[in-house]
């Protein structure tokens, strides 16, 4: 009994804390916590193999908290452990009791949700959008098997949260690749916010479900400090199973817990997100008190918890070589004769760009979500050495890109590619790898109306303007929070590829379907908030980006005829150098068009901020899809469709220029 009477004062001690800490910062979430109070003592006091002098060690067992919510119960157990905290590696401290009530507090490590990056790294990845920890946990599972790291990953998800629809794809990822080192823990406590949460998020019910899923379903008691250890031994005992060809199954673990546990005077409904006060917080903490005489009479002062140390790391994979140039790569793979021809998608750049890649830079890693054959990241799959190190995640975007922030808490450089269209559906999964400062590379195929045929169900078009909004701030490096890049040609696509996996951020590339000729060679460099001038004139600035600088390209020769000299810039990088900019423009009298194949919002709305700010009288027209276009055969069309051609961006010069 000397354990569970243990487990039980430990647990009352971080139910009083939450209790304290959220009274503290006059918001949180202390009943969640609560509920996870037993779970949680025994994971970080018990089972869990890490050390709290370095909670991010990189063969530690590691705890996802996909109900964010909860987090005061790991603050508070981190505190009573001595966890050491800070942004930067070398200047940790160790936390203390007192910490415990910044909770919430500016410039606070404790966070109102996790978050590694404002200096808590325990966690991998910032959470509380819920139904997201559970890919980030598989995407942690996949980068130690790559690895050979022999380290458990524990997901803590709530029974409301579990009918997010990204919670049954990372499931069925889990069980297709018999991620064993992944146990994911449901907390069945009852309640949402609003509310009891639905029979079908029961524990029986849920059970159910992950055996159909292929999983081995363990159902608890959340505070039997016997049956919660029992269970963590059984997926431990599975998860050491390392046999990809074995049918055991992984296991997950149903807890059925109390929300507020320990203290009737804060459970039921209505006690999601509110802290106790005053005198029903004195109230809690006594009834807390009695539970605690009740359960800890066996406890004698030799009673002790001891965290079991995490194993050696092994060494990291080295590369061999350097990345060839485009030319060498399609010359290795047999391809000359296509690059004769001067014509190749800039998709089909990018996944030869990551073929180059996959030996001299072994952290590379791709992902994809069924469309691997369109996006072209098939081309680093197809190499047999590179295989392990892609993973197909079917139709599951949101999957896919939380697994690829997994991965990159793992050391490794995720690739995800989709459709630019379909990644529209994990923009909140994006936002929250970016809050994480995931090293991650999002790669939309297929964007812009040139797509033509599949109409607007397939096409991305207002994917520019949200990824820009993120150009406009900075990380928590002091960087863009993310570049967006727009190659025109598959020599800068291949080049922007490889500067992508450089940087260490999050950075998006629009690749388009269509062959277009080549503007560029090997030779040319290009850099994140770069862009190219292309033509030099006097008269007027074009501003273009993606398959549009093909289009102005011929508006260019158009008006050379009509004796007008237009400058062509490929603005292949948002943000980008904008004093730089204004001085071309200045040079030409003062006048701009932008021309983008997406929705406004984007390319020409950041020249209009960098024209604003400066406060020179500049003029400038916006050419962007205006309306919802419908399919087309050719893209030729599309374009035409919406007056997007090189003969409607010269009507466009003319009527800037007042000229005839």
Same mark, same amino acid.
């Given at each position: ?123 991998? =990845?910032?959470?509380? &959008?819920?139904? #997201? @920890? ?7 599972? !996949? +980068?130690?098997? *790559? ?46 916010? =609003?509310?009891?949460? &639905?029979?079908? #998020? @029961? ?7 992950? !055996? +159909?899923?292929? *999983? ?445």
């Amino acid at each position: 009994m000397s354990f569970e009477a243990a487990v039980h004062a430990q647990a009352i001690d971080l139910c009083k804390m939450s209790l304290e800490m959220t009274d503290a910062a006059g918001s949180g979430h202390p009943t969640t916590a609560m509920s996870l109070s037993h779970i949680t003592t025994v994971l970080l006091f018990h089972t869990m193999r890490w050390s709290p002098e370095y909670p991010d060690y990189p063969t530690s067992d590691r705890l996802v908290l996909s109900a964010g919510h909860a987090v005061p119960v790991v603050y508070a157990a981190a505190c009573k452990l001595g966890v050491m905290v800070g942004k930067d590696p070398a200047n940790r401290r160790q936390l203390t009791l007192e910490d415990a009530r910044t909770l919430r507090q500016q410039g606070s490590v404790l966070d109102g949700h996790p978050n590694p990056m404002e200096g808590f790294p325990f966690f991998d =990845a910032a959470t509380g &959008s819920l139904g #997201q @920890g559970l890919s980030v946990a598989c995407g942690l599972a !996949e +980068a130690d098997r *790559l690895d050979g790291r022999d380290r458990v990953v524990y997901c803590i998800i709530g029974d409301g949260e579990s009918r997010e629809g990204q919670v049954a794809e990372a499931l069925d990822y889990l069980a297709e690749r018999k991620l064993r080192k992944v146990v994911p823990i449901f907390n069945c406590n009852g309640y949402g916010q =609003a509310g009891r949460v &639905s029979e079908q #998020q @029961g524990p029986d019910r849920l059970a159910k479900k992950l !055996e +159909a899923y292929g *999983l081995e379903a363990i159902i608890i008691d959340g505070h039997d400090p016997a049956q919660i250890r029992n269970a963590f031994e059984r997926a431990h005992g599975v998860a050491d199973d390392n046999d990809l060809n074995s049918g055991t199954k992984p296991v997950a673990i149903v807890a059925k817990t109390v929300k507020g546990w320990g203290s009737p005077a804060v459970q039921g409904n209505g006690w999601h997100g509110k802290p106790a006060s005053n005198q029903i917080l004195e109230r809690a903490k006594a009834e807390l008190d009695e539970r605690r005489g009740e359960l800890t009479s066996a406890l004698s002062s030799a009673d002790s918890f001891a965290i079991q140390p995490p194993p050696e790391p092994t060494p990291a994979p080295e590369g061999s070589g350097e990345v060839p140039s485009m030319d060498q790569a399609m010359k290795q793979l047999d391809m000359q004769s296509l690059l004769q021809t001067a014509s190749f998608a800039t998709r089909k750049a990018y996944g030869l760009a990551l073929r180059a890649m996959g030996k001299p830079m072994p952290q590379v890693v791709v992902l994809d979500a069924d469309v691997s054959n369109s996006t072209f990241a098939e081309t680093f799959a197809k190499d047999s050495a590179l295989a392990p190190r892609f993973f197909e995640c079917k139709i599951a975007e949101q999957h896919m890109i939380s697994m690829a922030a997994g991965l990159s808490a793992a050391g490794k450089i995720p690739f995800a590619s989709s459709f630019a269209k379909f990644l529209t559906r994990a923009y909140d999964q994006i936002e929250m790898a970016i809050n994480s400062g995931a090293n991650l590379k999002v790669v939309g195929s297929h964007s812009g109306v040139t797509l033509a045929a599949d109409g607007p169900s397939q096409m991305g078009l207002p994917d520019v303007s949200w990824f820009r909004s993120f150009t406009t701030m900075r990380d928590h490096r002091g960087n863009p929070g993310c570049y967006v890049l727009q190659p025109s040609d598959a020599y800068s696509a291949y080049a922007l590829t490889q500067v992508m996996a450089e940087y260490e951020g999050c950075c998006y590339m629009r690749t388009q379907r269509p062959d277009v000729e080549f503007l560029y060679s090997a030779d040319d460099v290009f850099n994140l908030g770069g862009f190219e001038v292309l033509n030099e004139g006097r008269d007027i600035v074009i501003c273009a980006s993606g398959y549009m600088v093909h289009e102005a390209n011929k508006a260019v020769e158009l008006l050379d005829k009509a004796a007008i000299q237009a400058t062509l810039v490929d603005m292949y990088s948002l943000p980008f150098d904008e004093d730089k900019l204004l001085d071309i423009i200045g040079a030409n009298g003062g006048f701009v068009i932008s021309m983008e194949d997406n929705y406004g919002g984007a390319l020409g709305s950041a020249i209009a901020e960098a024209i604003a700010t400066s406060g020179d009288g500049f003029t400038l027209k916006q050419m962007h899809v205006t309306h919802i276009p419908s399919s087309a055969r050719t893209a030729d069309e599309l374009l035409k469709q919406c007056k997007l051609t090189a003969e409607d961006l010269v009507q466009a010069v003319k009527d800037v220029l007042q000229v005839v």
